[in-house]
Nanobody
Framework: HVQLVESGGGSVQAGGSLRLSCVVT????????MGWFRQAPGKEREGVASIDHNGVTNYADSVKGRFTISQGGTKNVVYLQMNRLQDEDTGMYYC???????????????WGQGTQVTVS
């Protein structure tokens, strides 16, 4: 049974930072790549960042230079460090496992429950 469990969301002032974490259990980590999506109120889900098995990363243009995706040493944990947060970063953030580069929702195979990020 595959599970992705996010943590680390919260409320922060514009310009602040948050780090999201996602623990993955239940499948062979070499099968899928990992990533983060977000969904703002009234908007569609969008890919934020992804990382492949070799540590190659991919970012949405809107977060380049501000967000960093990384994996823990055992590969079953993925992080999203978010710096210089802006109002537009507000939304529900989802951890996903899927097919590289996981830029669209069709690339995502497994989803976490989501963690809320609010920037004001």
């Amino acid at each position: 049974h595959v599970q992705l469990v996010e943590s680390g969301g919260g409320s922060v002032q514009a310009g602040g930072s948050l780090r999201l974490s996602c623990v993955v259990t239940g499948y062979t980590y070499s099968v899928y790549c990992m990533g983060w999506f977000r969904q703002a109120p009234g908007k569609e889900r969008e890919g934020v960042a992804s990382i492949d098995h070799n540590g190659v990363t991919n970012y949405a243009d809107s977060v380049k230079g501000r967000f960093t995706i990384s994996q823990g040493g055992t590969k079953n944990v993925v992080y999203l460090q978010m710096n210089r947060l802006q109002d537009e970063d507000t939304g529900m953030y989802y951890c996903v496992a899927g097919l590289w580069p996981i830029t669209g929702v069709r690339d995502a195979v497994y989803w976490g429950q989501g963690t809320q990020v609010t920037v004001s």
